[in-house]
Nanobody
């Protein structure tokens, strides 16, 4: 059974940092590219970041470019999202997901999804 579990979310003040983790079980994460998305209730899921299977390629959404950084440790079957200079508009549920089509910001290209972790940034 494939399972992706996000962790590391929480309530922080504007300007703070958080590091999200995405731990996989039942799947060899090194076979997949991994993306991070976020969603605010009532809105569409927004692409945040992508990392290729070997970390050679990364990509970021415009809203987080320069503040967020994606990385992975295939030995630990995990992917991370370092979030710096957090803003209230970063408040959302954050999800990780796997893809085998290469870089994509389209949710339909991602197969396995985690349950999400809440990030709340107060002003």
């Amino acid at each position: 059974q494939v399972q992706l579990v996000e962790s590391g979310g929480g309530l922080v003040q504007a300007g703070a940092s958080l590091r999200l983790s995405c731990a996989a079980s039942g799947v060899t994460l090194s076979r997949y590219g991994v993306g991070w998305f976020r969603q605010v209730l009532g809105l569409e899921r927004e692409f945040i970041a992508y990392i290729s299977w070997n970390s050679a390629n990364t990509a970021y959404g415009d809203s987080v470019k320069g503040r967020f950084s994606i990385s992975r440790d295939n030995a630990k079957n995990s992917v991370y999202l370092q979030m710096n200079s957090l803003k209230p508009e970063d408040t959302a549920v954050y999800y990780c997901a796997t893809t085998n089509v290469g870089y994509s910001f389209f949710t339909g290209d991602y197969k396995f999804w985690g349950q999400g972790t809440q990030v709340t940034v107060s002003s």
